[in-house]
């Protein structure tokens, strides 16, 4: 069985930082592209990163250079350094994985999620 | 970006109607276009992708359709387990999410 399970969430204050784990099971990790999401009340679903099987990242514009994605597959991890947090990056955290069709690539299965607030 | 707009915002219909989302994209997506349900407090969880293909494990009465820039999620014989928010996603790009449709069953 599928799962995903993100940690360190919390409370942050404005200009802090904060890293969050997603720990993987039940598929051969190495293989698979991973996705952070994100969701507020306010702006909904938001994609944050993409951490490609090859290791190639990519970023939305509201977190580029603030943010880093990276993984350590020997231990099935996924991990998003977020750096600069400002109020407007107060959400719950979702890592997903990637199912692919050749290039193209949507969230086939997603953690519970983790809440970062940010806030002084 | 490319902007995902859905419709309506709220649904609310009754057990054993037959409902209709809609999701248009701001430039064509050709058919990399996925439908997620959500409930409250719980992971967005996929439905369909390339635009038709269901999921496995998702029951027969979910399907969608469409292509280019319009597409539609329709689910027939509503249950009240159907009662949650919907949202669309493009992956044609880097993807981008629908602000969500949500489904009162009366």
């Known amino acids: 069985e599928v799962q995903l399970v993100e940690s360190g969430g919390g409370l942050v204050q404005p200009g802090g930082s904060l890293r969050l784990s997603c720990a993987a099971s039940g598929f051969t990790f190495s293989n698979y592209d991973m996705h952070w999401v994100r969701q507020t009340a306010g702006k909904g679903l938001e994609w944050v990163s993409v951490?490609?099987?090859?290791?190639?990242?990519h970023y939305g514009d509201s977190v580029k250079g603030r943010f880093t994605v990276s993984r350590e597959n020997a231990k099935n991890s996924l991990f998003l350094q977020m750096n600069s947090l400002g109020v407007g990056d107060t959400a719950v955290y979702f890592c997903?994985?990637?199912?692919?069709?050749?290039?193209?690539?949507?969230?086939?299965?997603w953690g519970q999620g983790t809440l970062v607030t940010v806030s002084s | 970006d490319i902007q995902m707009t859905q419709s309506p915002s709220t649904l609310s219909a009754s057990v054993g109607d037959r409902v209709t989302i809609t999701c248009r994209a701001s430039q064509s997506v050709s058919v990399w276009l996925a439908w997620f349900q959500q409930k409250p407090g719980k992971a967005p969880k996929l439905l369909i992708y390339k635009a038709s293909d269901l999921v496995s494990g998702v029951p027969s009465r979910f399907s969608g359709s469409g292509s280019g820039t319009e597409f539609t999620l329709t689910i027939t014989s509503l249950q009240t387990d159907d009662s949650a928010t919907y949202y669309c996603?493009?992956?044609?790009?880097?993807?981008?999410f629908g602000q969500g449709t949500k489904l009162e069953i009366k």
């Open positions: 997903a994985r990637v199912r692919r069709d050749g290039y193209k690539g949507t969230d086939d299965y």
């Open positions: 996603q493009q992956y044609d790009r880097f993807p981008t």
């Open positions: 951490i490609g099987a090859n290791g190639v990242t």
